[in-house]
């Protein structure tokens, strides 16, 4: 049973950032995939930015060139790098992992964007 912990959400005014972690109970090298995903407020989950295990990176284009997804491999942790930020980003952040054929959570953590 992979466990997914999320850290690093909080309260951050627009133009800021956000560190983002997300640390697994397995060796992430063994995950075929990482992903990040939110769901704000009255609205359906969305994938932000995917990272697979030959280290290909995706992001929806609603984050491109202000979030940057990474991994350290050593400490098994996946982080999302969040600039720029906006009102709109403001959501519940969710780690993914794709391991033997199932997916797997983490608890979430909030992400508010406001003045």
């Known amino acids: 049973q992979v466990q997914l912990e999320e850290s690093g959400g909080g309260l951050v005014q627009p133009g800021g950032s956000l560190r983002l972690s997300c640390e697994a109970s397995e060796n992430i090298l063994s995950f075929n995939s990482m992903a990040w995903y939110r769901q704000a407020s009255g609205k359906e989950r969305e994938a932000v930015a995917i990272?697979?295990?030959?280290?290909?990176?995706n992001y929806a284009d609603s984050v491109k060139g202000r979030f940057t997804i990474s991994r350290d491999n050593a400490k098994n942790t996946m982080y999302l790098q969040m600039n720029s930020l906006k009102a709109e980003d403001t959501a519940v952040y969710y780690c993914s992992a794709r391991f033997r054929f199932q997916n797997y959570w983490g608890q979430g953590t909030q992400v508010t964007v406001s003045s």
């Open positions: 990272v697979t295990s030959s280290g290909s990176r």
